[in-house]
């Protein structure tokens, strides 16, 4: 299991520095030679319609999807670590992605709710670049927290017996730990190629938030090597962990289906949650970072998917396919309203 993450954080580093190394320094004195000409201190996001009505409906609606999404994942995190029987690393894994989830949906789903009220949306520029950092952060922490789940599922699909002993506490724990710190590594590694670029032209970005692709378009220098490294980043990372999930989930059904039939029909639904969740993350990922032809009106709609509509999914999902879960949620809330009558 410790070789499965490190080949993932060394081919990350190594994918990065292997095509960037020598290039590094030579970008930086081009990219400071035209920062005192930078006069772009907030940048005006366009949004995603120029109707007043039709965007205060979905002020509205995005509201609502908000608030479930936030109410939703808490519910599952306090319920998976209040509820003694659920205390197992698949529902651990699960508290956690249900956590990152949360936080995805609030890096940049207020402002966007509070901008649909708003002519102008504008956004300073250190709080551009810091939803590109968190977006960047969270995506590669739930891309890791996928892979670890899909780990999971396949010791305790294909080595039963030895479940508990390979999926104890101290590697639930130390999977959680490394998914953040790959997630860090993979913001940090692009994040200063981008800041450092000087904005002296436009300042106007056609979308709901900031993310690198767009934002490096408006630099006033040839940005062609940044975009080769997104590409490497994001694009090829994603693509990659999707094509191991695919493979990983695709073993374990085979597995499934060459045993007895005992228990198929419980692990068929878990698998089909899993995997339904990572198309539904990797789909926007490698659309947005890997297809060559952009096309403002799919991004958009895309950004929205991936930040909003997502998150939300994840909750549904996994409950609705998870008899165990839906009876603890069920139970946990009965005993808080109770406790909440009594006093």
């Known amino acids: 299991m410790a070789l499965y993450f490190s080949l993932i954080l060394h081919g990350m580093s190594d994918l990065f520095f292997l095509s960037t190394g020598h290039l590094r320094v030579s970008f930086m004195m081009e990219s400071m030679k035209l920062l005192n000409q930078s006069q772009v201190s907030e940048f005006i996001l366009l949004g995603l319609t120029s109707s007043q009505d039709i965007e205060f409906l979905l002020f509205a609606l995005f509201s609502v999807i908000y608030v479930v999404t936030v109410l939703g994942n808490l519910l599952i995190i306090v319920t998976v670590f209040n509820t003694p029987n659920l205390n197992t690393p698949m529902y651990f894994l699960l508290g956690n992605l249900s956590f990152v989830d949360m936080t995805l949906a609030s890096f940049a789903t207020p402002k966007m709710i509070l901008n649909l009220l708003k002519k102008q949306k504008i956004i300073s520029f250190a709080g551009c670049f810091t939803q590109i950092f968190l977006l960047h952060l969270l995506g590669g922490v739930e891309m890791v927290l996928l892979v670890s789940m899909a780990f999971d599922r396949y010791v305790a699909i294909c080595k039963p017996l030895r479940y508990m002993t390979i999926m104890n506490k101290k590697v639930c724990v130390l999977l959680v730990v490394t998914s953040w710190l790959l997630g860090l590594l993979h913001s940090g590694l692009q994040i200063p190629f981008a800041v450092n670029l000087p904005f002296c032209g436009s300042n106007v970005v056609d979308s709901i938030f900031c993310d690198l692709p767009l934002v490096t378009k408006l ?43 005992t228990g198929q029909s419980k692990a068929r639904s878990t698998l089909t949650a899993h ?43 996994y409950t609705l396919r998870n008899k165990e879960m839906k009876i603890s949620m069920r139970k946990f809330w009965r005993a808080f309203v109770n406790s909440r009558e009594d006093t």
Do not use: E, R
């Open 275 to 317: 995997i339904t969740v990572v198309i539904l993350f990797f789909g926007p990922c490698i659309f947005i970072y890997i297809w060559p032809f952009s096309n403002h009106s799919v991004d958009k709609f895309l950004a929205v998917f991936y930040t909003i509509i997502t998150p939300i999914l994840n909750p549904i999902i």
């Open 219 to 261: 630099a006033c220098i040839d940005t062609y090597f940044v975009q080769i490294v997104i590409v490497a980043n994001s694009g090829i990372i994603s693509l990659s962990c999707f094509i191991i999930l695919l493979i990983s989930y695709s073993l374990i059904l085979i597995t499934i289906k060459n045993h007895s039939p």
